[in-house]
């Protein structure tokens, strides 16, 4: 069993920023990738950023490139999104997911069925 506990969100104002943390414990072992997903209200769930967990890889939607970091320390087995430059439609539930299959293709890594674990959700409320 792997657990996923986000944290970090909050209400900030439009151009501000926040940073979110995602703690796996449990089997991390053989975690591949870790990604961050937001679900605006009356909208399905949607990918952010990625990363692979051994080579660091990077990638992100194009709505967040430029403004969104996805990061991760593996001592600490735990992946960070900092989010800058933040906008109202930013508004939604941050959820973070782990993978621990092998990346075959690529864009599975963008893909929602790819992960099998998933944290709470953490809130971010951007004012304008």
């Known amino acids: 069993q792997v657990q996923l506990v986000e944290s970090g969100g909050g209400l900030v104002q439009a151009g501000g920023s926040l940073r979110l943390s995602c703690a796996a414990s449990g089997r991390t072992f053989s975690i591949t990738a870790m990604g961050w997903f937001r679900q605006a209200p009356g909208k399905e769930r949607e990918f952010v950023a990625a990363i692979r967990w051994s080579v660091g890889n990077t990638y992100y939607a194009d709505s967040v490139k430029g403004r969104f970091t996805i990061s991760r320390d593996k001592a600490k087995n735990t992946v960070y999104l900092q989010m800058n430059s933040l906008m109202p439609e930013d508004t939604a539930v941050y959820y973070c997911?782990?993978?621990?299959?092998?990346?075959?293709?690529?864009?599975?890594?963008?893909?929602?069925?790819?992960?099998?674990?998933w944290g709470q959700g953490t809130q971010v409320t951007v004012s304008s």
């Open positions: 997911g782990r993978t621990t299959r092998a990346i075959v293709e690529l864009a599975l890594i963008f893909r929602i069925q790819m992960y099998d674990s």
